[in-house]
């Protein structure tokens, strides 16, 4: 029996130490073109500016715009790999 709780105890504490260790960063393989401007495996909030800004995803992941330039709120529309989108004035992407 003590063998059992110590057993248990043991898995606890590695179970709660493996979700505790932080995960290590992820970003997209390709590039993000912003305006012809390339962004190699890019990942986080890309504000457009003032122009707006024509967003080409040529990355593994699904890109998600925004109506502002801080990737906040829900995300108003997606770009898929091999897509290009326009992106209004003062809107943002992000590599999720």
Do not use: K
Not at 71 to 77: F, K, L, R, T
């Amino acid at each position: 029996m003590r063998r059992s709780l110590i057993s248990l105890g043991s898995l606890a504490v590695v179970g709660t130490l493996a979700l505790a260790v932080p995960q290590s960063a992820y970003a997209a393989s390709g590039y993000l073109g912003i305006n012809r401007m390339a962004h190699l495996n890019p990942s986080g909030c890309y504000p457009v500016g003032e122009r707006g800004a024509s967003v080409t995803n040529e990355t593994d992941a699904v890109v998600e715009f925004f109506h502002n330039s801080a990737c906040a709120d829900m995300p108003v529309g997606f770009i898929r790999h091999g897509f290009q989108s326009s992106v209004r004035p003062g809107g943002s992407v992000r590599v999720p």
